[in-house]
């Protein structure tokens, strides 16, 4: 029952960092990390850990949308120490000029975590690109429910 259980909590920070980045939700992003934890994001970032979650969502305030999702979760846990590798893949569009552009981005999140103090928390996090495009596209309509804030829906019943 105890691998269960930590299993579940580390998918559930895996998932929590999507949910911080798509809602701009820096506390939560800070959150999954624990103190010293560090993050190799290649080009784009390689430092503290929470210092990625302010880049990714600086950057993320600058695009008309955004959106993760993560997948093929796989955790290998040995006691108070974990591994995982999770499959992501981001979306965003923007506007350049007149024109609609949508980037997609295709990787994988390969994690070192660690339970201390009975919580589990990230200590390093290598993402890796394993490609991306950018096309022009034409969205199909203009949705206003979704926000990039704590105002989002989700909120109402999602702490």
């Known amino acids: 029952m105890r691998a269960l259980a930590d299993h579940r909590e580390i998918t559930d920070l895996i998932y929590r960092y999507c949910r ?13 990390w624990h103190d010293g934890g560090t993050a190799d994001y290649g080009e784009l970032y390689e430092g503290p850990g929470p210092g990625v979650i302010d880049l990714i969502c600086r950057q993320h305030e600058h695009t008309l949308h955004h959106s993760h999702q993560v997948t093929n979760i796989l955790i290998a846990l040995d006691g108070e120490q974990a591994g995982s590798e999770a499959y992501c893949t981001a979306t965003l569009r923007l506007r350049d000029g007149q024109a609609i552009r949508q980037i997609s981005v295709w990787s994988r999140y390969l994690d ?8 589990w928390g990230l200590d390093h996090r ?3 690109i394993d490609f ?3 096309r022009e596209v034409t969205p199909m309509a ?3 429910v979704g926000r990039r804030d704590r105002q989002d829906p989700s909120y109402r019943c999602l702490p």
């Open 20 to 32: 911080s980045v798509d809602r701009l939700d820096i506390p939560l992003g800070h959150s999954i």
């Open 112 to 119: 070192q975590w660690s339970r201390r103090d009975g919580r």
């Open 126 to 128: 290598q993402a890796v």
């Open 132 to 134: 991306d495009e950018i």
């Open 142 to 144: 203009e949705h206003q």
